[in-house]
């Protein structure tokens, strides 16, 4: 069961602050990233707590009950709210560690999401040295303010003149037909964009899904089968509902 703290919790994830001077309180237009970000909250809250604890910095040829983490991880970040989420959990499993400094850890990503997050991990504990474990590397391009990602064919390209091979992969999509294995977008500038990143060689790559994601809907981005041909191991989280 979920607590209502956890549930709140899970809802502040890549919600932007808000601007409290003076007593005024500053309202923007809410963009689909935002709208985004409060859909299964609590799901993607779920998914990226176990993955932090279980899969993150843990080697794949590690004993599953070895407590023993890998020093070092380049990471790839697709856009996206729930990729978004996964990050948020990471770092605070690297806050609570307790040594965050024996890590070191690059993100990298064409959205505008996850610079906010590695951004306010370190505003809100100044306390902490994060910065072994918040470096990024942000590909270049027009960002997108309703998307919250860079866009374009010049991002498509950069993308895959990429010549990095990642430790992992962290990738979602609109929706899955686990008949077919494609995965579908809603968007129609962001499918080259998504398929770029998610054929980038990754020793590890992990799809996050909610559970109301196992449908089609929307644009065919790349299949199950692009993904395995670019990793060693591919491993999908997802959970369960209530309602199902």
């Known amino acids: 069961l979920i607590s209502p703290e956890h549930r709140k919790a899970a809802m502040d994830v890549n919600q932007p602050d808000r601007d409290h001077s003076h007593g005024m309180r500053t309202w923007e237009p809410v963009t689909w990233s935002q709208q985004r970000a409060e859909h299964r909250a609590d799901e993607k809250q779920i998914m990226g707590d176990h993955w932090a604890r279980h899969d993150f910095m843990v080697s794949r040829h590690a004993n599953l009950e070895s407590e023993d983490k890998q020093p070092f991880a380049t990471i790839l970040v697709n856009p996206g709210t729930t990729p978004n989420a996964i990050?948020?959990?990471?770092?605070?499993?690297?806050?609570?560690?307790?040594n965050p400094e024996r890590f070191n850890v690059t993100w990298h990503t064409p959205g505008a999401l996850v610079p906010e997050t590695l951004r306010s991990a370190r505003w809100n504990n100044p306390r902490i040295n994060l910065n072994t474990?918040?470096?990024?590397?942000?590909?270049?391009?027009?960002?997108?303010?309703?998307?919250?990602?860079?866009?374009?064919?010049?991002?498509?390209r950069f993308v895959e003149g990429l010549e990095i091979n990642f430790t992992y992969s962290v990738l979602s999509a609109g929706s899955f037909d686990i008949e077919t294995g494609d995965l579908f977008f809603h968007l129609k500038d962001e499918t080259s964009l998504q398929r770029a990143c998610a054929t980038r060689f990754a020793d590890h790559k992990f799809l996050f899904l909610d559970s109301t994601k196992f449908k089609r809907e929307g644009r065919v981005g790349y299949n199950i089968r692009d993904i395995l041909e670019?990793?060693?191991?591919?491993?999908?989280?997802t959970v369960s509902s209530a309602i199902d």
Request: glycine content about 6%.
């Open 87 to 98: 990050v948020h959990a990471s770092l605070q499993w690297l806050i609570t560690s307790g």
């Open 133 to 156: 474990v918040t470096k990024l590397f942000l590909f270049p391009g027009l960002v997108n303010p309703e998307y919250q990602s860079v866009q374009g064919e010049e991002a498509v």
């Open 230 to 237: 670019t990793a060693n191991t591919v491993t999908i989280y």
